[in-house]
Structure formats: structure tokens, C-alpha cells
């Protein structure tokens, strides 16, 4: 917080409106968003000073909002000009398979929450919903290549992961692997949430995708909260 205070102070002497804009906001997100969450200001603050490509963001199990609304929140206050996809079945968790059965952290059913009331919930916490647009279905139905031109995103600037599943993280690195480029965020709600099996959940999709896809690296840049990770895509 004094650090934000000091770079704020610094950025007003200079007379570099922007940057104090900016370090004014990352010292205030304490105040707005929830602590798992405050890794978005290191992640909003890598897409404001690194002038990368302009993107959008785009959310894989969105639930009630809470990642959304937040990542909403901070990225409007910067300025960052995205538009913010929300893809869910709005059913809760899909059917599982074998893979993900064995574990007994999460069941079919668990984190419905229908569009309307998502987009209620946005409505109450001032989303605009111009800039929200809801993409509704299980993953492997909903993500096809029609899919992918019937949308007008050109990039991810930042792809939120929170489908706890293999089953339901395949199909999302699929859909993605045309809208990441270097510099896109790739970040994993639940990268450890089996504890680290490498045959499970969201990280065993992971390693499987990258082994398809040999042009594409991920570097690590942060971990946060208990189970997430946060990856800057490299593409060659
Ligand atoms: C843990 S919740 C997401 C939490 C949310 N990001 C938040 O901030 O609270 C997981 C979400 O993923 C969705 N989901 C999981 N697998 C899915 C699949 N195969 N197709 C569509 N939605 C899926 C669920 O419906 C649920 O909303």
C-alpha cells in the first residue's frame, strides 16, 4: 500500500497523469477486490505497462461471478478497452468421466447458477452488460470452430480458467489455441486442486494440450490464493 503511495506521489511530481491514474487504482484494489483475486492488479498492471496487442477477456466457469466481476472491476478502472465473454453451461458441473471421478473434491451438478441469474448478479454490482457478452453450453458442445468465428475476438489478453475439470479444460485449450499469443495470460483457478497429480484436473489438460501444440510454452508468473496459477503464454 505505502509502495503504491510513493510510486502515486512520484508519478504526480513528474506530472505523468496516467501512470499515477494507475498506481492510485493498484493501491486502492485492496479495498475493492477479494484477496484471492488481487493477482489480477500484477496481471492488469503487465497488460498496462508492456503496451501488448489490444484483447479481450474471456471466462471458462464463471459461477456467480466473483473472478468475473472482479477482473471486470480493475481492468474498466485501468482503461484497458476489452470486451468480457462469460462461457458456462449455467447447469453446474458437467457429467464427470473416469479421470476426474476418482477425486471426490467436486460433483456433477455443483456451481449452477442459471444467465439469469448471473446477469442479475452483474447488474447489482454495476457491470455493464454491453461490454458482457454470455456464451452458454457444456464446453464440448458449446466450443466448436463455429464458435470461434461466429465471436469477434481477435485475442485473449487475459483467459481465466475455472473449470476444475479435465474433462472440461480440454475443450477450452482447444478453443483457445487460436486466440493466445504471446503475452496472453493464461490463468488456472485450480491448477492444484488435485494436489498436483499430474493426471488430473486442469493441469494434466494443460500438459496434454502443450504436448499437441509444440510452437506454445507457458512461463510461470504467479501463483495465488490455494490452488491457482497464473501463466504468460510464449509462441514461436
Ligand atoms: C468453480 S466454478 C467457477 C467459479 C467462478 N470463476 C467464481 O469466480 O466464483 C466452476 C464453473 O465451471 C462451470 N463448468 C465446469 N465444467 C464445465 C463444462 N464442461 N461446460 C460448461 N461449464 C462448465 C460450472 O458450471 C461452474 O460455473
Request: aromatic share 14%; glycine share 6%.
Amino acid at each position: 500500500m505505502l509502495s503504491r503511495l510513493i510510486w502515486t506521489l512520484k508519478a504526480l511530481v513528474r506530472r505523468d497523469w496516467k501512470t499515477a491514474r494507475e498506481a492510485m487504482i493498484s493501491g486502492m484494489a485492496p479495498l475493492f477486490l477479494h484477496n484471492k483475486y488481487l493477482v489480477l492488479d500484477d496481471i492488469t498492471n503487465g497488460l498496462f505497462s508492456w503496451k501488448l496487442p489490444a484483447g479481450d477477456y474471456l471466462e471458462f466457469g464463471v459461477y456467480r461471478g466473483r473472478s468475473f466481476i472482479s477482473a471486470y472491476k480493475l481492468t474498466t478502472a485501468k482503461n484497458l478497452n476489452m470486451h468480457y465473454y462469460a462461457f458456462d453451461s449455467f447447469e453446474g458441473l458437467p457429467d464427470f468421466q473416469d479421470l476426474d471421478k476418482v477425486y471426490e473434491n467436486f460433483e456433477s451438478g455443483q456451481y449452477a447458477c442459471s444467465q439469469d441469474e448471473f446477469s442479475n448478479i452483474l447488474a447489482d454490482a454495476g457491470v455493464d452488460q454491453k461490454q458482457v457478452t454470455l456464451v452458454p453450453g457444456f464446453f464440448d458442445v458449446s466450443l466448436t470452430s463455429d464458435t470461434v468465428k461466429a465471436l469477434p475476438i481477435k485475442r485473449a489478453a487475459i483467459a481465466w480458467v475455472d473449470c476444475d475439470l479435465y474433462l472440461s479444460t480440454v475443450p477450452v485449450l482447444e478453443y483457445l489455441t487460436p486466440l493466445l499469443t504471446t503475452g496472453s495470460f493464461l490463468v488456472f483457478d485450480d491448477w492444484y486442486s488435485f494436489g498436483g497429480d499430474p493426471k488430473a484436473g486442469e493441469l494434466a489438460a494443460t500438459n496434454d494440450w502443450l504436448e499437441k501444440n509444440p510452437d506454445i510454452s507457458l512461463l510461470e508468473y504467479r501463483k495465488f490464493g490455494v490452488s491457482g496459477m497464473v501463466f504468460l503464454v510464449q509462441r514461436t
